[in-house]
Antibody, heavy 119, light 107 residues
Framework: EVQLVESGGGLVQPGRSLKLSCLASGFTFSNYGMNWIRQAPGKGLEWVASISSSSSYIYYADTVKGRFTISRDNAKNTLYLQMTSLRSEDTALYYC????????????WGQGVMVTVSS | DVQMTQSPYNLAASPGESVSINCKASKSISKYLAWYQQKPGKANKLLIYDGSTLQSGIPSRFSGSGSGTDFTLTIRSLEPEDFGLYYCQQHNEYPFTFGSGTKLEIK
């Protein structure tokens, strides 16, 4: 069974940093592109970042470019999102999601981890 | 960026009825449109991709149609478990973009 479990969220002050993790199981992690998508409270879904299976290709939304870094460790079956210079508008539920290959949608999602940026 | 306009915002229907949700892209995305269901406490579920391809394990009462800029999700013979939030998403190009969502409620 495919499972994606996010962790590392919490309450953080504006301007500080936080690192999210997503532990994958039930599939060969190194064969899949991985993604972060977020959802602000009461709002819709916003794609944040994508990384290819071998980390060769990385893409970011303009709203996080230069502040967030997506990475992965295929030996540990884990996806990461390093978030720096956090702003109140980064407050959201952060999901990790899998893609089979470029051009395909997100076929499995985690349940999300909450990040709250507030003083 | 491709803007996705989803309608209606809210939809109320009774079990057994059929409903349709629309999604319009600001430019052609060929067939690359996905539909997701979101329910509290559950992982988001992929229903349809490539406009009309049913994801494995999804009941056949769900169907998708359209190409280019205009797409529709149809749910026939609504079941109680179908009520929730639905989102469209273009998976043609970066940045991936989502519609604003449709809340399907029990009438």
């Amino acid at each position: 069974e495919v499972q994606l479990v996010e962790s590392g969220g919490g309450l953080v002050q504006p301007g500080r940093s936080l690192k999210l993790s997503c532990l994958a199981s039930g599939f060969t992690f190194s064969n899949y592109g991985m993604n972060w998508i977020r959802q602000a409270p009461g709002k819709g879904l916003e794609w944040v970042a994508s990384i290819s299976s071998s980390s060769s290709y990385i893409y970011y939304a303009d709203t996080v470019k230069g502040r967030f870094t997506i990475s992965r460790d295929n030996a540990k079956n884990t996806l990461y999102l390093q978030m720096t210079s956090l702003r109140s508008e980064d407050t959201a539920l952060y999901y990790c999601a899998r893609r089979v290959y470029p051009g395909t949608p997100f076929d499995y999602w985690g349940q999300g981890v909450m990040v709250t940026v507030s003083s | 960026d491709v803007q996705m306009t989803q309608s209606p915002y809210n939809l109320a229907a009774s079990p057994g009825e059929s409903v349709s949700i629309n999604c319009k892209a600001s430019k052609s995305i060929s067939k690359y449109l996905a539909w997701y269901q979101q329910k509290p406490g559950k992982a988001n579920k992929l229903l349809i991709y490539d406009g009309s391809t049913l994801q494995s394990g999804i009941p056949s009462r769900f169907s998708g149609s359209g190409s280019g800029t205009d797409f529709t999700l149809t749910i026939r013979s609504l079941e109680p478990e179908d009520f929730g939030l639905y989102y469209c998403q273009q998976h043609n190009e970066y940045p991936f973009t989502f519609g604003s969502g449709t809340k399907l409620e029990i009438k």
